[in-house]
């Protein structure tokens, strides 16, 4: 059977699976999987490096967002999410694969590797979650008024636990709470002219010739408003239209979900990043949308008393919603020439050390 990229992977043209290459090739076809996942602003904070049959993933410091996530937790989530639809990738083309999580061990940024293994035919689960890849996207548009299956969020509870996550479901009776730090959390932010600052810089036009940031269409702006968006975010003041939105969202999605860790540590927020992966493929692949709520657990305070309203015993790393969710079109995503360091010639990644965090169970 013929097997093609969904994506052309930056190399302007549809390319077969190479099974009679070498491992750095095949390993080669398989980023343009990887980089389809979410991150903040998607800003795309990946550096991958690769030697025969090893794949390393390095954080890219350069995208690091100061203001919005200054210890590099939410940039280690994504890589980690990154790493996961890799290895998904490999199952589907027939390779498992091992991985060793070094995040936070090393000077260098280095935050995983993975090997290429043994040949190994997908099971139909697997399939179902290489399908959902090219399809899944952060949706912040109102879903519909249809449930989630309470089936499925239970599969997405084991899902989370088999890759080494905590996914729990933010019971109603807490969710007033749970919506006012949503909206706390808008508030401190939006007040900070170096968030605004911040999340202009990753603002993009329509039209706009980059190939990262959040173009306006993302967030329902016509062409003509993404042009001004960047401007009127820097000038913004008072109220923000974003804390009445995400307080109502929060308050009355049809799931509302906290995806946890029993530490707080870098190789922690890495796991995290590979079970939310598998969360939003397994949910994209029944069809459902999601949306995260980022600024509860970015804003320290806030996350604090997020964990305290929870009753939550670990930390919570992503707070988000699931529903069903009008088609939306792909943000962009840099060629694979961008990410993937040369051996010889290739950029190395800004040195740095992350940051251990000071919080105990």
């Given at each position: ?344 010639t290739g950029a190395q990644p800004q040195a740095i050390v992350l940051p251990m965090a000071a919080a105990k169970?």
């Amino acid at each position: 059977m013929t097997m093609r990229y969904p994506v052309d992977g930056g190399g302007g043209r549809k390319s077969v699976f190479p099974a009679w290459a070498g491992p750095a090739e095949r390993l080669r076809f398989l980023l343009p999987y990887a980089i389809l996942a979410p991150s903040r602003h998607n800003a795309q904070p990946w550096l991958f490096e690769i030697e025969g049959p090893e794949l390393r993933l390095y954080g890219d410091w350069r995208r690091a967002l100061r203001v919005a996530d200054p210890q590099g937790r939410e940039l280690v989530i994504a890589c980690g999410a990154a790493l996961y639809n890799l290895q998904v990738a490999a199952l589907h083309y027939g390779h498992a694969t091992s991985v060793e999580i070094l995040a936070g061990s090393r000077k260098d940024g280095l935050l995983a590797r993975l090997t290429l293994e043994e040949r190994r035919p997908p099971t139909p689960q697997d399939e179902q979650l290489f399908a959902a890849i090219g399809v899944r996207r952060t949706n912040r548009f109102a879903f519909d008024a249809r449930e989630v299956p309470f089936g499925l969020i239970s599969a997405l509870v084991r899902e989370a636990a088999d890759q080494g996550g905590c996914l729990r479901v933010v019971d109603r009776t807490v969710r007033p709470a749970v919506a006012e730090l949503v909206a706390e959390g808008d508030r401190q932010q939006w007040a900070s002219a170096r968030f605004r600052s911040e999340l202009a810089t990753w603002s993009r036009s329509n039209q706009a010739s980059e190939t990262d940031g959040l173009p306006g269409y993302a967030n329902g702006l016509s062409d003509s408003a993404s042009v001004l968006h960047r401007v009127l975010v820097r000038l913004r003041r008072g109220l923000s239209a974003e804390e009445r939105r995400d307080r109502h969202y929060a308050l009355n999605t049809r799931a509302l979900l906290t995806l946890c860790s029993h530490n707080d540590t870098p190789a922690a927020w890495f796991v995290a990043g590979q079970s939310m992966q598998r969360v939003l493929l397994r949910a994209a692949a029944n069809g459902l949308s999601a949306s995260f709520f980022s600024q509860a657990v970015e804003v320290a305070p806030v996350r604090a008393r997020l964990r305290e309203a929870l009753g939550e015993l670990g930390f919570p790393q992503v707070l988000f919603r699931l529903g069903f969710g009008r088609p939306l079109r792909p943000t962009p995503r840099r060629p694979i020439e961008l990410v993937l360091r040369s051996m010889s010639t290739g950029a190395q990644p800004q040195a740095i050390v992350l940051p251990m965090a000071a919080a105990k169970p």
